[in-house]
């Protein structure tokens, strides 16, 4: 049903992302369009919206372009399950978990408590009810800082499912695996590019949410391969912005390789400001909710308060600031995350 081409990397070979074994699940090419209204009100750059929050796979995001490639690799694997830890709104475990029952696959959610809020809803709506509606067994994790302590339960969960005779696929977390779904984001940063120039547009800047690295590494090294030298800003959504340059830059190095341009990014390239994260990842921000609301308000987007919502504070931080000004076009990539605003509906209550 899903042809897959194995890979296996010779020495010397060179590789690109055309040799990964990649499954077809997400609705490409996602719309590029234009935000007038913020555009009108802000007073600054042409903005334009790329709409990786309609990529399909149970109500859209950003990693339907990854899971093509760890479900690329699951299938040439023969696994039978796949296994993938998030914070309990996790948008990835869902369209993981969407993914896992298109192609016939068991699922296994981890779902850790990374997040200090116990309303009802956080715990069952959202994310978490489309889990379960999709047929994934859900485990929980109590530690949600220790990106490394969950990858490793995951694999307790995965030798458990073969000493049931199972063949499980880990999609792990921490910076320790190479990215492998970023070349979804090498493949989208082009796609993005090849819109844009269709309509004679010329694009200054990038504005996306930086949070495992691997959109933000993916889109910097789609660039960089397309010899674009657009500039990417990741607004943080989980870490400062130390420690999440380093992770941005260790990403887009394996990203690179893995895609056949060794050393594409180097460190001048990596943009990231923690001005927007607030007191964490997944807490509430003023400037969140006047991001969410002035979407929402002037056009018609729906966005999240981890990670879309921060990163259009951010963007309309870096246009007030004059950071980004008039005579420039600003892509704001909008990777999605729009059921996690019934998880987190208890945050919504000034509105
Ligand atoms: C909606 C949404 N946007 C952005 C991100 C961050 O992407 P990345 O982890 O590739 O940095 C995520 C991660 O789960 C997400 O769910």
């Known amino acids: 049903m899903y042809e897959v081409k194995s890979?296996?990397?010779?020495?010397?070979?060179?590789?690109?992302?055309s040799d990964f074994p990649r499954v077809s699940l997400a609705h490409t090419p996602t719309p590029l369009e234009s935000m007038p209204n913020l555009t009108r009100l802000l007073g600054g750059p042409d903005l334009l919206v790329k709409r990786d929050d309609c990529t399909g796979l149970a109500m859209g995001g950003n990693k339907a372009r990854h899971l093509e490639f760890y479900f690329g690799e699951a299938v040439a694997q023969k696994a039978d399950t796949?296994?993938?830890t998030g914070a309990i709104q996790s948008n990835f475990a869902r369209q993981t978990a969407a993914a896992a029952a298109k192609l016939g696959m068991a699922c296994h959610i981890q779902l850790e408590h990374r997040v200090p809020i116990t309303a009802p809803e956080y715990e069952a709506s959202g994310n978490v009810l489309l889990d379960r509606?999709?047929?994934a067994t859900i485990h929980y994790f109590p530690e949600g800082g220790d990106e490394t302590a969950a990858d490793k339960a995951l694999e307790d969960i995965a030798d458990q499912i073969r000493a049931e005779g199972g063949n499980p696929y880990v999609i792990h977390l921490s910076a320790d695996h190479p990215p492998l779904g970023a070349l979804g984001y090498v493949i989208g940063a082009g796609e993005f590019l090849d819109q844009a120039a269709e309509r004679?547009?010329?694009?200054?800047?990038?504005?996306?949410?930086?949070g495992s690295?691997?959109?933000h590494a993916g889109v910097l090294v789609g660039l960089k391969s397309r010899n674009s030298d657009i500039e990417v800003t990741g607004v943080c959504v989980r870490r400062n912005k130390d420690r999440q340059f380093e992770r941005v830059f260790r990403q887009a190095t394996a990203v690179a390789e893995m895609a056949g341009c060794p050393e594409a990014v180097s460190k001048d390239d990596i943009h990231v400001?923690?001005?927007?994260?607030?007191?964490?990842?997944?807490?509430?921000?003023?400037?969140?909710?006047?991001a969410m609301t002035l979407a929402a308000r002037e056009e018609g987007l729906i966005l999240d308060p981890v990670y879309t919502g921060k990163s259009m504070a951010g963007l309309i931080g870096?246009?007030?600031?004059?950071?980004f000004k008039s005579g420039q076009t600003v892509l704001y990539l909008h990777t999605g995350g729009t059921p996690a605003v019934f998880g987190y509906s208890s945050m919504f209550g000034d509105l």
């Open 213 to 215: 690295a691997a959109t």
């Open 200 to 210: 004679g547009l010329a694009i200054d800047a990038v504005v996306l949410p930086s």
């Open 273 to 290: 400001t923690d001005d927007y994260l607030g007191p964490g990842y997944g807490q509430s921000t003023p400037g969140m909710l006047e």
């Open 7 to 17: 890979f296996e990397l010779k020495e010397g070979q060179k590789v690109s992302v």
């Open 133 to 135: 509606l999709l047929g």
């Open 82 to 84: 796949v296994i993938i």
């Open 318 to 323: 870096l246009v007030r600031s004059g950071h």
